[in-house]
């Protein structure tokens, strides 16, 4: 008889902590509370400095900060706190450095999943990019040719011990394709990143509304820099009056391989009231921050996944501007998702996609209404269904054929493993 599991541990950074994949976190979490059949959920979540208060998420929800980042004994806290827990299964929230940026303790604590799922828990995860992917040479390794070559031998080493967990998802077809293709991977599928919910309290106007405002949102400094970005404002500004200024708002942090990144940027431009740095964006003002722009720029020298902030981007009504390469080329084909391409690594056409968005309000309408369609087909609370029911099939390993996930296949009342998203 198939396990029903009513109680699940989610191991995930999780706010209040600013650590990557937080806010995917949240939501994800949020959408397991939603379902009547799971009775509680333990948030295996990150230690963070200061005394900011954990979020009221209600009696299902406890939250238990247990692992610290770059901590190598990280993975070991989590079995440790799994075991107390008592939770019937686990599923881990994960990308290749969410438990470091040095190569030990990330590649420690991408192991766990394994330890443990070999210890009798099942355990799933949910890999938001692989190494493989990514160009490390864009990365915090750019000056080290030799961490370079070191990290790519023994990722595929991390990769194949993480596949002996009870299953992985992905986000991407093409990291499906890894997974298949060099992994021989028999417990992996592509399920989409899903959508986050609208907040409910806010109004979603049109772009000829909106103030002439650009936001970009993202951890910066390594391959998501603002060089470009700001120079492409500053440059457009130049010839306009006071009135048709572009004002550029920068939310978000700095990368923990970069520290000091951003504030160096904020002293550099700080006599131009129309760069304006806004910090961190708090989950309660996600949506205020889209909301008054008529633009989001997305200009990285790669990419590394499924990018969660441009699907918040598309939740509110906010086209995007982003490079045709990499995992946006995968998401455009795969989720129909539509926006202002430019060449990578180009200012003058970066500052080209900028004027086609703000001369051509109906074009943008048009993207941004695209994206807000699409990103209501496959929801937080789609993804959540799959995820558990493939975590209930990892004792009997009962997944049938590898086969990908179809958006098709995604409506939450239809959900069936082993017919409906499987085939």
């Keep these: 008889m198939e396990n029903i599991m009513k109680t699940i541990a989610i191991v995930t950074a999780f706010p209040p902590s600013a650590g990557s994949l937080n806010e995917y976190g949240l939501h994800l979490v949020n959408a397991f509370a939603a379902r009547s059949d799971i009775e509680k959920i333990i948030v295996v979540a990150d230690k963070y400095p200061g005394d900011l208060p954990e979020l009221d998420l209600g009696p299902k929800v406890e939250v238990k900060r247990i692992w610290r980042f770059n901590d190598p004994l990280a993975g070991f806290h989590i079995l440790r706190g799994l075991k107390s827990s008592q939770a019937e299964g686990v599923i881990y929230n994960l990308q290749t450095a969410s438990f470091g940026d040095s190569e030990i303790p990330a590649a420690l604590g991408l192991l766990t999943p394994t330890v443990s799922q070999k210890s009798g828990l099942p355990s799933g995860v949910i890999m938001h990019n692989l190494v493989e992917a990514v160009d490390l040479s864009k990365t915090n390794l750019a000056k080290s040719p030799f961490r370079q070559k ?58 000829s509304e909106r103030p002439r405002t650009i ?41 923990p391989a970069t ?126 269904s799959i995820q558990l029911q493939l975590l209930r099939k990892t004792k009997t390993g009962n997944f049938n054929v590898l086969r990908k996930a179809k958006n098709s296949a995604l409506r939450l009342e239809e959900i069936e493993i082993s017919r409906q998203v499987l085939s």
């Design 150 to 207: 070191l990290v790519g031998a023994a990722s595929y080493f991390v990769t194949k011990t993480m596949l002996l967990s009870g299953f992985m998802t992905v986000t991407l077809d093409s990291f499906w394709d890894i997974l298949k293709d060099k992994y021989k991977a028999k417990n992996a599928f592509m399920v989409p990143h899903g959508s986050f919910p609208l907040a409910s309290d806010i109004e979603i106007t049109n772009l």
């Design 215 to 255: 936001v970009t949102m993202g951890k910066f400094g390594t391959y998501k820099r603002l060089e470009r970005t700001i120079g492409a404002i500053q440059k457009l500004n130049v010839s306009r009056t006071e009135n048709q200024k572009i004002k550029l708002i920068i939310g978000g942090s700095d990368h």
């Design 259 to 384: 520290p000091g990144y951003l504030k160096s940027l904020e002293a550099e431009h700080k006599a131009d009231e129309n760069i304006v740095f806004h910090g961190y964006v708090a989950e309660e003002d996600v949506a205020t921050f889209f909301t008054q722009a008529k633009l989001a720029i997305f200009d990285y020298d790669s990419t590394t996944g499924s990018s969660g902030v441009l699907h918040q981007a598309a939740i509110y009504g906010t086209p995007a501007a982003y490079p045709m390469m990499g995992d946006f080329v995968d998401v455009t084909e795969r989720e129909g998702l539509k926006g202002f391409n430019f060449t990578p690594l180009d200012q003058k056409a970066l500052e080209e996609s900028i004027l086609e968005c703000l001369n051509s309000s109906e074009l943008g309408q048009s993207y941004a209404d695209n994206n807000l369609h699409v990103s209501k087909g496959v929801t937080m609370e789609t993804v959540a």
